[in-house]
T-cell receptor, first 114, second 110 residues
Framework: NAGVTQTPKFRVLKTGQSMTLLCAQD?????MYWYRQDPGMGLRLIHY???????AKGEVPDGYNVSRLKKQNFLLGLESAAPSQTSVYFC?????????????FGPGTRLLVL | KQEVTQIPAALSVPEGENLVLNCSFT??????LQWFRQDPGKGLTSLLL???SQREQTSGRLNASLDKSSGRSTLYIAASQPGDSATYLC?????????WGAGTKLIIKP
């Protein structure tokens, strides 16, 4: 039981490049989330999903897209990376039927955009 | 708009002391409040979840309380140990989303 995994762990991009971050969970959770964490700030929700095939915008969705084609996977895409997207990205999934249960986090992806 | 504040931003105490971390929120209409621990370069680990109808939750040396009417929660750590050194974050749940505080960085000195 691996819980929540994220790939890659670290990535350096040049401005304008694109990339996809992959999140996978093996706990059969319906709800999955993508957050970013910046120094001195709390986590901010980028997008979330309440089930396979569904996605919704969070607090800071601009510049990101997501897809949930399979229940266990939640992908975060950056179409044209900007230095402002330098951050640590965390994926999470939650227990409970309404998404309000405990959230389980992956180890994070550090992204540097030059 | 819900806002979550954690004070202090950093705290350093000698090993063995009991300590309290504070979390306040502006909108009392929450479903639950969660406390997490984050170690440097690592993900977040859930410590305690308090439902809006509950007043407190306990796990080992940790006790979290919730006062919805005043918009406050505290995390009490008994008999602190160097291994407790980490950043502690609180988050309130509303509308399927968690709203986060910026965290308190705790250092326990041996």
């Amino acid at each position: 039981n691996a819980g929540v995994t994220q790939t890659p762990k670290f990535r350096v991009l040049k401005t304008g490049q694109s990339m996809t971050l992959l999140c996978a969970q093996d706990m059969n959770h319906e709800y999955m989330y993508w957050y970013r964490q910046d120094p001195g700030m709390g986590l901010r929700l980028i997008h979330y999903s309440v089930g396979e095939g569904t996605t919704a915008k969070g607090e800071v969705p601009d510049g990101y897209n997501v897809s949930r084609l399979k229940k266990q996977n939640f992908l975060l895409g950056l179409e044209s990376a900007a230095p402002s997207q330098t951050s640590v990205y965390f994926c999470a999934s939650s227990s409970g039927t309404d998404g309000r249960g405990t959230q389980y986090f992956g180890p994070g992806t550090r992204l540097l955009v030059l | 708009k819900q806002e979550v504040t954690q004070i202090p931003a950093a705290l350093s105490v000698p090993e063995g002391e009991n300590l309290v971390l504070n979390c306040s929120f502006t909108d009392s209409a929450i479903y639950n409040l969660q406390w997490f621990r984050q170690d440097p370069g690592k993900g977040l680990t859930s410590l305690l979840l308090i439902q809006s109808s509950q007043r407190e939750q306990t796990s080992g040396r940790l006790n979290a309380s919730l006062d919805k009417s005043s918009g406050r929660s505290t995390l009490y750590i008994a008999a602190s140990q160097p291994g407790d050194s980490a950043t502690y974050l609180c988050a309130v749940s509303s509308n399927y989303q968690l709203i986060w505080g910026a965290g308190t960085k705790l250092i326990i000195k041996p």
